[in-house]
């Protein structure tokens, strides 16, 4: 089987945890230890978050004196596709001994976006609301409400294609476990000459995991994050996770914007675009979610019963 495979940056860098190597390496090694019994069967594509880390070097660039403007997003997001990339790619080496490879990846937008104007995504570190407003005022920033912290939002337009799609399907198909898209992809608009230019945008890594997903008919498609289900009724005293569902199913519920909603968001496209299965669930649980035995099932089939 093919399958496409987006590892949360929240798995990679846990709330409240400290934005060191070493502890973003453990939890990358932890991550080969789980895609690596999937590795060994099937022909795996891994795209990667990036919320906290290009976050974080957004921060450090907003306060270094050595800089007149702090570097862009396209920038940035190509520095944290690098790092992410390389720990991949090196985990799966050393701890599955498989072949892997990491690549820079540029995802095309639309220049006429309207989510160009309107930041939605989360991304960096967590704040109370006065720490918040107060980098807010200082640095030119938005910031939102993420559950009972707040956040720096930026615009994050939809994917429209992946410039390299044709080298990430020659990798994959050489028998190379492919890490690529991390972070959504570099953010890219084409001029009326067809050249290719960089956005302040950071595109949403789910999306782009079920674009590449569809384009190289993969046939699953894997959201795997620190969250072990889609819940019905989430952040109330009756929610219940949902273990499988018709793309139907979950778009008639509402789920959290800018996190859990932009998941089922993915795996309801990639299933109405032709795929077979989309499942959502822990990273850890990576084969059970894949078999159906953990997470949140999304297939064409409706199920027998709801939830």
């Not at 495979?5 to 798995?11: E, F, L, Q, S, T």
């Not at 396209?74 to 490879?101: C, E, F, S």
Request: aromatic residues 4%; charged residues 20%.
């Amino acid at each position: 089987m093919r399958i496409v495979v987006a590892v949360g940056g929240n798995a990679l860098l846990r709330r409240g945890e400290t934005p060191d190597a070493a502890i973003q390496e453990k939890h990358v090694q932890a991550a080969a230890d789980a895609l690596a019994p999937l590795a060994r069967r099937h022909r795996l594509i891994v795209t990667h978050g990036n919320g906290p880390q290009v976050g974080l070097l957004a921060l450090e660039n907003a306060g270094d004196p050595a800089l007149t403007a702090p570097y862009p997003f396209d920038v940035l997001g190509a520095q944290t596709q690098g790092m992410i990339g390389y720990w991949l790619a090196q985990a799966l080496h050393n701890r599955a001994g498989l072949p892997a490879a990491a690549m820079l990846t540029r995802t095309l937008v639309r220049a006429d976006d309207p989510a160009l104007r309107q930041p939605a995504k989360f991304i960096g570190p967590v704040y109370d609301e006065e720490t918040a407003r107060r980098l807010a005022g200082r640095n030119g920033w938005q910031v939102r409400r993420d559950g009972s912290a707040w956040r720096r939002v930026v615009p994050s337009p939809e994917p429209a294609d992946v410039v390299e799609l044709p080298l990430i399907r020659l990798i994959a198909d050489s028998g190379t476990t492919v890490v690529c898209g991390g972070g959504g992809g570099v953010p890219v608009v084409s001029d009326a000459d067809g050249q290719l230019h960089g956005v302040e945008a950071v595109v949403d890594k789910d999306l782009t995991a079920a674009l590449l997903a569809s384009a190289l008919h993969a046939d699953a498609l894997l959201l795997l994050t620190d969250v072990a289900a889609v819940e019905d009724g989430h952040g109330t005293a009756t929610a219940r996770p949902i273990r499988h569902a018709h793309p139907a199913d979950l778009r008639a519920r509402t789920f959290p914007a800018g996190s859990m909603g932009l998941k089922v968001d993915a795996a309801c496209w990639f299933v109405e675009s032709g795929g077979a299965l989309a499942a959502i669930g822990r990273l850890e649980q990576a084969a059970a979610v894949l078999a159906g035995r953990a997470g949140t099932t999304v297939s064409p089939v409706p199920p027998a019963g709801r939830g």
